[in-house]
């Protein structure tokens, strides 16, 4: 029905299928992950469209995402009309509405589809004069069961509401039950990420011994090896993903990869870890077809413990790699890009001078939108707080989570349109205003 299909696709839709088909909330996979895997929320927009329709579910969260965007232009518009002359809120808002990198995403079926959208509609609830702490928690709570991290970039104002004490005014019996109801959803989803992870507040419980896919608590040990020196998750998931085949790997591969990606490895450390990862691998899925494994083999144990001690000796002994290198490497190949990311642009007109026009706008429009989230914090007002929520999700990307796919700052995009906005508008007021000062005199 035109959508796009991802890898990430069947863990946010399965899990509504299967609770609709069979009364259990999981996707398709086998292990602990299969029941916790992401938030709920997506899975239960899906819910909706599947209850309607199983075979046009898709077609209908299309149209949820598109009414959500729709919404978003609509709030985007009065947040600016209140800080700038109507006509000029007017050309931004339509600037957002016609950019293609604002919604490129809505044909997916994943949390980008919505995740722009949010952002918008939360700026428009938080800049309310009289905005409640408990509608601020309400958003919250909603946010954390569609994308935890996402909290992130609201954290600072909700600090400053809480320090402020905005909405102190007694709650009504509606309002204390929609927030408790709010409330126990998430920490109902807690409970059960721990009920079948052991982890409490863990924004993406991957990786469990019970899982009878390559995601298992080694898989994590080696991402956090890969994460002193690499930023490109691709490229890690083609090294982990040739350790899940039965050819074995070839070392010249891993020799030229140490070579064009400054690995502070040597190659036949590397090349000797991934080995014996692959023979621990194989064994794996011998046992899958013979029983259900409970938790890590002895082998993963040993090989984890090894993997383990040689990332903390690499961050000790490589600190200016691991702290400021690698982030920067991965800023340097994300934030340059124009997320044209639908086939129109990459695959059927990709290299006509249209397209590759339009490309070159939209990345001097990323690029100005970043720029704004610092020329952000030299204001003093809630914009300011705003940026510094920006920027602590972006610091988060890059210095915590690393190896990050470019769709993951398409939220902080939307976002800080509206700050890089004021800064043209505030930048046109100043240049006004002086020059009617030069008239003047």
């Known amino acids: 029905m035109g959508m796009h299909s991802t890898a990430d696709d069947a863990s946010y839709l399965r899990p509504a299928e299967n609770w609709f088909n069979n009364g259990i909330w999981k996707d398709n996979s086998v292990g602990a992950s299969a029941y916790v895997q992401r938030p709920p929320l997506l899975g239960f927009i899906h819910l909706i469209t599947y209850v309607i329709s199983p075979t046009k579910a898709p077609l209908l969260l299309f149209v949820f995402s598109f009414a959500a965007h729709l919404l978003a232009i609509y709030l985007l518009f009065k ?10 809120a007017f050309y931004f808002s339509l600037i957002y509405a016609s950019t293609p990198l604002f919604f490129g995403f809505l044909s997916y079926q994943i949390t980008e589809a919505f995740a722009g959208s949010f952002m918008i509609i939360g700026i428009y609830l938080f800049t309310r004069k009289e905005f409640p702490l408990y509608k ?4 919250l709570i909603i946010l954390a069961l569609f994308r935890p991290l996402l909290l992130l970039v609201f954290l600072p104002f909700l600090i400053h509401l809480l320090f402020k004490r905005t909405g102190k005014s007694a709650l009504n019996w509606k309002q204390i039950s929609l927030l408790s109801l709010a409330f126990l959803s998430l920490i109902g989803w807690e409970v059960r990420k721990h009920q079948y992870t052991g982890e409490w507040f863990n924004p993406h419980p991957i990786y469990h011994a019970t899982n009878e896919s390559q995601y298992r608590p080694l898989h994590e040990k080696f991402s956090n090896l890969f994460r ?12 982990m993903g040739s350790t899940w085949r039965i050819e074995p790997i070839q070392k010249k591969t891993i020799i030229d990869y140490c070579k064009q990606r400054k690995v502070p490895l040597n190659s036949e450390t590397l090349f000797d870890l991934l080995s014996q990862y692959q023979k621990v691998n194989n064994a794996i899925q011998s046992d899958f077809k013979r029983d259900k494994i409970n938790s890590e083999t002895s082998a993963e144990v040993q090989l984890g413990k090894k993997v383990s001690q040689l990332t903390k000796h690499l961050k000790k002994t490589h600190p200016v790699a691991y702290w400021i290198s690698t982030p920067l490497n991965g800023m340097r190949e994300q934030v340059a890009k124009s997320h044209l990311n639908l086939a129109v642009f990459q695959e059927n007109y990709r290299g006509t001078v249209w397209v590759e026009s339009l490309r070159i706008v939209c990345v001097l429009l990323v690029l100005f939108i970043y720029l704004s989230l610092f020329i952000s ?5 809630y914009w300011q707080l705003f940026a510094l929520g920006g920027l602590l999700y972006f610091i988060y990307l890059f210095w915590v989570q690393r190896m990050n796919e470019d769709r993951y700052l398409q939220p902080l995009l939307c976002f800080a349109f509206i700050l890089a906005a004021l800064t043209v ?4 007021e100043f240049i006004q205003k002086k020059r009617g000062t030069k008239s003047a005199s």
């Open 79 to 88: 947040v600016l009309r209140e800080n700038m002359p109507e006509r000029r």
């Open 136 to 139: 601020a928690s309400l958003f």
């Open 228 to 239: 002193v020196w690499e930023s490109r998750p691709e490229t890690f998931h083609e090294i």
């Open 377 to 381: 914090l030299l204001k003093r007002n």
């Open 425 to 428: 508008h505030q930048f046109i």
